[in-house]
């Protein structure tokens, strides 16, 4: 794995610190073209910029990395830059996979052309897809919420404000305030059992009519047996620590229990070996993942510091092999 990586660092950093015109032509590239087009052959290799943005004053570090310290977070990835820049990256990837940051079902309901709507994005990181989507319907305004304060400092569109905040501790929302909450990827961010409260607070303020659009992923399925190998001890590390590895195929069951009318829900597979450009993206994400969780796969993997970006370098390459390694998204949307 060679060096072109670290061109993608560059780039997506970049996103963080530009200006909002910036993020309103990405905004405008639906049609599978906000991807980076870059040949990936290292992990070992990205370069980390000063960054527009700010770490939470209460961090923790091991194998290099930083993580998060708020004692009630079953949170495990880290909250640095090189962090910000996968989560980044894969924004435009998902963007991109599904044809745009909100599916049309709510746009034309809640007719996000031209109605001042309130758009709360929970657990927003960084606030990628929350400034993306606020220079695409700038009649709206946007809030995002997250444990840690990782916001753009100065870089942000008018219509977008954040702020910190619990939704295990009860969200600073009245009862029916937003016209849609937008959910991605809580799977390793919350213990199985609670997922109904955060569905269930997530109905509270959400107006009647409202949306939720819960975006999650599979685990990896398929590949050869060291793909496999590696994807059954994700899954096993996910299930040990209490969480729910195949929440994906549970989230139309947790809308319905909490009351909520499901009205979409849709599934994308993704084949880590194919070369085209979005393929390509999420080979580097899934990578890049791995990479993240290194303090808590190392062990289980049964790898050391010493060899685990060998572990990594094999892994990049065995996921392009046949058979095809698989990775699936799916987006599931609720009505209040």
Known sequence: MGNKLSTLSKKTRRITSSSSSYLSKKSSKQNHTDVHDTNRNSLSTLNHEPSENRLSSSSIHTVGRSFHHVSNSAYWFPNDDEEMDRLIGQH?????????????????SIGMEYR????????????????????????????G????????????????????????????FPDNTFDLVNIRLFIIALMKDE???VVKEVYRILKPGGFVQMIECGMLEGGNDFVRHSGRIFKEVIDKRGQEPYIVHKMRSLLESQHFHVCHFENKDIYLGKPDPLSREFLWDACCIFKAAQAVLQIPLGCTPDNYQQFLDKLYKEFQKQPDAMWSFSVCIGQK
């Open 116 to 143: 001042n709507n309130i758009i709360l994005d929970l657990g927003c990181g960084p606030g990628t897809w929350l400034m993306d989507v606020a220079t695409e319907y700038p009649a709206s305004q946007f809030i």
């Open 92 to 108: 435009f990837a998902i963007k991109s996979l599904f044809g745009g940051n909100i599916v049309n079902l709510i746009a034309k």
């Open 145 to 172: 919420v997250d444990m840690c304060d990782i916001f753009p400092n100065s870089i942000r569109p008018p219509n977008v404000s954040f702020q910190t905040g619990n939704v295990l501790e009860r969200l600073p």
């Open 195 to 197: 997922w109904p409260v």
